[in-house]
Nanobody, 119 residues
Framework: VQLQASGGGLVQAGGSLRLSCAASGRTFSVYSMGWFRQTPGKERESVAAISWSGRNTYYADFVKGRFTISRDNAKDTVYLQMNILKPEDTAVYYC?????????????WGQGTLVTVSS
């Protein structure tokens, strides 16, 4: 499977963005999906993940209540709705695929989309 992330941009603190990650090449529904982010000089960190059915979702504590991960298997796309954005959310966001019903090892990565939150 190949992944293409989009939807990043510049937004003011308190605003919202929705990231999309479109998959192609293989059956999307056999993959659990995740969103990660990275800033210069820091380790890549997990933001959210979703099972292949979409019934189970997982969030990092720092985004709980603000971000929502979802997927549309008919469109081979996973989304990250980001609300109440903070300057510390500024990062390059990556989507990734993990083969299996629930997230495990991510072995396919998209190219990243930059989110910048101004104060």
């Amino acid at each position: 499977v190949q992944l293409q992330a989009s939807g990043g941009g510049l937004v003011q603190a308190g605003g919202s963005l929705r990231l999309s990650c479109a998959a192609s090449g293989r059956t999307f529904s056999v993959y659990s999906m995740g969103w990660f982010r990275q800033t210069p000089g820091k380790e890549r960190e997990s933001v959210a993940a979703i099972s292949w059915s979409g019934r189970n979702t997982y969030y990092a504590d720092f985004v709980k209540g603000r971000f929502t991960i979802s997927r549309d298997n008919a469109k081979d796309t996973v989304y990250l709705q980001m609300n109440i954005l903070k300057p510390e959310d500024t990062a390059v966001y990556y989507c990734a695929a993990s083969r299996g019903a629930t997230p495990g090892v991510y072995d396919v990565w998209g190219q990243g989309t930059l989110v910048t939150v101004s104060s």
